[in-house]
Nanobody
Framework: QVQLVESGGGLVQPGGSLRLSCAVS????????MAWYRQAPGKQRELVAG???????NYEDSVKGRFSISRDNAKNTVTLQMNSLKPEDTAVYYC????????????WGQGTQVIVSS
């Protein structure tokens, strides 16, 4: 069974930065496109950043230029660097396979909470 463990969230002021990490175990991580998702209270989970096996990246419009996704295939980790954070970035953040290119692993990890507030 695949395990997804997200970490790095916290409380940050608007304009601040956070670096989220996701450790994946139990699967051939390197062959899958990966993504970070977020779910704000009362909203559906949305994909915010994706990264292909070779390293090409793509972003949801609201985070372009502020977030950066990367991966380390040797360590089975995916990272999301978040800069210039806004209150609307407040959500629980999750990593998983990129749902646009096949299924996702279940169960999802516990996620990591990001709160952007002054």
């Amino acid at each position: 069974q695949v395990q997804l463990v997200e970490s790095g969230g916290g409380l940050v002021q608007p304009g601040g930065s956070l670096r989220l990490s996701c450790a994946v175990s139990g699967s051939r991580f390197s062959i899958y496109a990966m993504a970070w998702y977020r779910q704000a209270p009362g909203k559906q989970r949305e994909l915010v950043a994706g990264i292909f096996t070779g390293g090409n990246t793509n972003y949801e419009d609201s985070v372009k230029g502020r977030f950066s996704i990367s991966r380390d295939n040797a360590k089975n980790t995916v990272t999301l660097q978040m800069n210039s954070l806004k209150p609307e970035d407040t959500a629980v953040y999750y990593c998983n396979r990129d749902s646009r290119f096949g299924g996702v692993w279940t169960p999802w990890g516990q996620g990591t909470q990001v709160i952007v507030s002054s």
